[in-house]
């Protein structure tokens, strides 16, 4: 585990702490997906803002994967959480104090995306001749990963599980792989995949829209009053509308930038009747989802 401590007004790094808790201080987990010096450039502006909004100092608890995330927001050894829908979902289904403070806007300016099957133009074909082929996908708690893909091949008349799929972990990797010819299709989010459409990456399928990624409070130790202010800085800023603003948020991440809205648990309703139409085995349960007829 890896800890960083940041202090308020002015925030400065003060090292790696691991082990150490910060009196006062908000637990925040980042996305599990990048490396730490990634995570502290793109993740540090935003903190930097909320703390001087807020007057409260943040400290940045590093995971490797999302497990590792939710398991630690359950036993209350984090108080924030940046989490995709379906690790969202996931975690509330397990711990209902889990609530979702603001939706972060694609670069679109939508709070939700979608996610898309792709293959290489040179080697396009239906969905239905995808069994025993390699696909590629992100990670089993990856909203885009085994859960939409299956539901995009399910209407294509196959099933994921008769693929010979294989987990990359990041989005690019998984586009990057499909371009190398080695996987025959792939499925990440819609906005990364249109990156690679120079290198001849093709949508064949594209899900329904979905809620955006989240900031998601722990509310076992998040009082009511620190969420609403959290979610209140966060929605104020405008970036679409205020130049003052996007020339704030131009060092966040590319995730977060944008803006953002504020949601609830009702606005997660179309992840979780996907999941329940579709098991993940690699979260334990069979995927016994028969393809469309």
Sequence with gaps: ML????FRMPLLLCGLLPGLA????????????QDPETVMRETQP??????QELEVDFEI?????????????????VDLAYLGPLPYVSLRARYPEATPVVAFREPGGEAQYTCSMVMFADELRPLDELADQPVALTQPLSTCGYLATAHLLRDGGTRLAATDYRYLGHHDDVALAVVRGEALAGGLKTHIARKYAHLG???VAESEPLPGFALV???????DARLQELR?????????ESARDAERMAEWGESLRYGAQAVDDEDYAAVRRLHGEVAIPELGLPD???PAP
């Design 3 to 6: 800890n960083v401590r940041l």
């Design 22 to 33: 910060f009196a006062g201080a908000l637990q925040f987990a980042p996305l599990p997906m």
């Design 46 to 51: 935003m903190l930097e803002y909320l703390s």
């Design 61 to 77: 608890r590093y995971a490797t994967d999302y497990d590792e995330i939710l398991e630690r927001f359950h036993n209350g050894t």
């Design 201 to 203: 990456l093709v949508t």
């Design 217 to 223: 409070a722990n509310r076992d130790t998040v009082s």
């Design 232 to 240: 209140e800085a966060l929605v104020r800023l405008r970036p679409a």
């Design 288 to 290: 016994l989802t028969p």
